[in-house]
């Protein structure tokens, strides 16, 4: 029965609001070729900020092969790169808390989770993006940072959203 409890505790733990839109692949390039199992990939995927409107964002996160990767048991790799660009006029949906989850992934079948997370440099009126991986007990450096300045876009030249004004404080 706690075991149970446990289980559910941690599933419930990894579904947000933020994991609502899942990203679409873009592509995947095979690193470690594998005879009889699936071969280990770099796995290249887009998602829109869900909050502000015009930004894209890419990663690219490691999968493994094999037999535990086969079963979806695999303990992934930490190193993720992000690259975030403005893709159309700015407009932001909702006020935000400087590093609001945007998107969250398990990257193992317990508590390891790959997280982006994105700020405001109010200074410079430029979105932050952070992509990490974390775990409960030990976490990892590995971490990749993409910034969004944001630009006069379209027939809206003139009207340029400030960050600032979305922010939480």
């Known amino acids: ?12 733990a990894g579904v947000s609001p933020a994991a609502a839109q899942s990203p679409d692949v873009i592509f995947k390039k095979s690193t470690v070729w594998r005879a009889l199992t699936p071969n280990d990939k770099l796995a ?3 998602i829109d900020d869900p909050g502000v409107e015009g930004v894209a964002c890419h990663f690219t996160v490691p999968e493994k092969g094999g037999l535990s990767g086969a079963f979806g048991v695999a303990e992934e790799r930490a190193e993720v790169s992000l690259s975030c660009r403005q893709v159309g006029a700015i407009k932001f ?8 989850v945007i998107l969250r992934e398990s990257r193992s079948l317990f508590f390891k989770r790959m997280q982006i997370v ?3 440099d109010v200074k410079r009126n430029v979105l ?4 990490y991986t974390d775990r409960p007990i030990e976490g990892s450096p590995d971490n990749s940072t993409s910034s969004v300045p944001i630009m006069p876009w379209g027939q809206s030249a003139e009207s340029v959203e400030r960050c600032a004004d979305w922010v939480i404080k």
């Open 118 to 120: 994105r700020g405001c």
């Open 44 to 46: 290249t995927y887009g």
């Open 1 to 12: 029965m706690l075991r149970t409890l446990l289980f559910a505790a941690v599933l419930l």
């Open 128 to 131: 932050v993006y952070l992509v």
């Open 93 to 100: 949906k909702t006020k935000f808390e400087q590093g609001a």
